[in-house]
Structures are given as structure tokens and as C-alpha cells.
């Protein structure tokens, strides 16, 4: 069913494609995503243990989520305003490419600008979106745990001219700040940044990623365990098509693996 009729997201793709992103506020269950930050403390704590210095930069660390659980809710992945939404800027039957956190500590330092991705062609201007990430935090987010810094209609260009754009005064920087429920979905070649958190509490951030029907990231994947896959209904078994099959998730993951940034 979703929140929004087919009218609603049409005006939602259409924000995005202007701006780069569309904030879905209130859009999942308070509850649900509770229940997920509990489930996700003792994932980051082992990690924080293992390299007190952050392993995406200075108090920052960049967590996989095990596909389980709650973890691997269809009423998430499949959430039908926001998977309508990325089929309306991205095309038909995308697949589902990453799951896992970003969260900044105390301790953290505004990161670079920067895009998550390469452009599609390095001799060619940019293209329609290819690569999405559905952002949602596990903790409200304000102006002092290390909110997301983002700019408005920088997704179609490249990035040093987005970066002189801002410079320049022509693009401003808007801080996001989130309540838990609320739900972004983003165009990854936007620039933006992440913030430092001020406060004693991690502030993890998800992210979803969702591609275009034909496009393959072999930087990044989610281990699908057998069992869970043959439960969810067909959609959620479509979207996550390019995924391995794997007996059994492990709960922490190697994440010597760090997303580049561009
Ligand atoms: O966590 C955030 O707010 C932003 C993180 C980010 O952009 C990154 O690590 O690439």
C-alpha cells in the first residue's frame, strides 16, 4: 500500500531529480527502528574495541549489517513508496547492493566533500541516476550528534564543479537533521559530508543502497543466507538477485573494505 499515492511520488521523483535527494519524514515505525538500534549496538562495540581510531576516518566507522532479523525486514527493503520512488529515478527492477551503517563518535571530524561514486563515463556528462542510497538513523539526529551535510542539485554535474558551485556561494550546505522514522533517499553522486558528533552516543546512520537493473558493484555485497532468502516474499528475493548465497551470515564482518570517496 504505501503512504503516498502514485501522484505523491511523482512529485517526490520529481524533487529528486531536481535536487539530488527527498526526505520521507515519519515514514517507518518508531518501534521497528528501535528495535534495530538495539540489535545494532553490539555489532559496532566489538569494532570500536578492535580500532579506537575509526575505520572510515577519525571516529567514524562504517558497519555491515548481517542480513537476519530484523535486518532483513521486507517492510524495509520492499517498503513500496520508497522502492516506487527509486524506480521512478532509476528505472525498473533495481537491485538491492549494500547494507550496513555509517556512524560518527565522539571524537569525529567533518569529512571532505565528496560523492560516493565515480561518474558512469569519465568523458561524458553526467547521466541519469544509477546508484541510490536509502539513508534512515538509528538515534534522532540533531545540530549536535553529527548530522549529514548535504547539497541541493549537485547530483548531475561533476565534482569539481559542484565543489567551486559551493565555494562560490551558487550551492549553500544544508545540515539534515533526522528523528528516527524518517527516511532519505539520495542520488550517492550529490556532495556532501559527514559531521563531527559531540555528544557520548554513536549516531549510526543506514544505509540501503539500490541500483539500476544492470548495474553491478563488486565493491560492495550482502551475504544472503538460504534460510532467510526462501522466506521473503518474491520481491525482496528480486531485488537482492546479484547477492551471494551464503549458508550463514557472520554477525561481524571485515570491513577493511572502506567506501571510497569521490
Ligand atoms: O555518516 C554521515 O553522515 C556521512 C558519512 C559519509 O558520507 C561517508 O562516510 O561517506
Redesign the pocket.
Known sequence: MGKYDEGARDALAEAFERDGFVLLREHFPRAKIEAWRDAFAPLLAPHVEADASGN??PG?Y?VTLPFEGEFADPSIICDEDIVGIVERVAGRDPVMCQLAT???VHGSKH?DW?R?TPPLFDDAPETPSFQLAV?FPLVDVDDHN????TTRGTHRMSREEALEGLEAGRFTAERVPMRIGDVMIRDVRGL????PNLTGEP?P?VVIGYSRAWYFRPEVHIDVPRAVLAALPARARRLLRFNPQVERTPRIFDESYR?F?Y
Open positions: 572510515r576516518g567514524r562504517y555509517d556512524t560518527p569529512q565528496h560516493d539513508n553529527g548530522p549529514l551535510e556532501h559530508r559527514g559531521t549516531r546512520m567506501q570517496a
